[in-house]
């Protein structure tokens, strides 16, 4: 039975929590740790594949940690547009017309 690859588990773990914490900035972070990790655990693989299994688990957790960095970002930029918008005051800009009354 081939040991799995290094990396391979992590991998996962980060990619499948980076899509559960994806709202948060703690996704973004777990989904390029799981990135970093992947790839890693991807070049060990490709090195000795005889050697190495989890293959799989690899590839998935390459990709959900790459849906988590969009989704993330998505979460980030909308919460800093928000900020903005709201400090900036555009959502008051409706209301002003009470001011007149």
Known sequence: MKETAPYAVAALVLGICSLLFACVFAGFVC????L???NKGLRYYREQP?????????????VT???????????????????????AGIFTLPFLFLLEL
């Open 31 to 34: 989904a390029i740790i799981g």
């Open 36 to 38: 970093v990790l992947a």
């Open 50 to 62: 005889d050697l190495y299994g989890g293959y799989g688990m690899l590839k998935a957790g390459k």
């Open 65 to 87: 940690s790459i849906i988590g960095i969009v989704l993330g970002a998505f979460w980030i930029v909308w919460a800093v547009l928000a900020v903005l918008l709201i400090t």
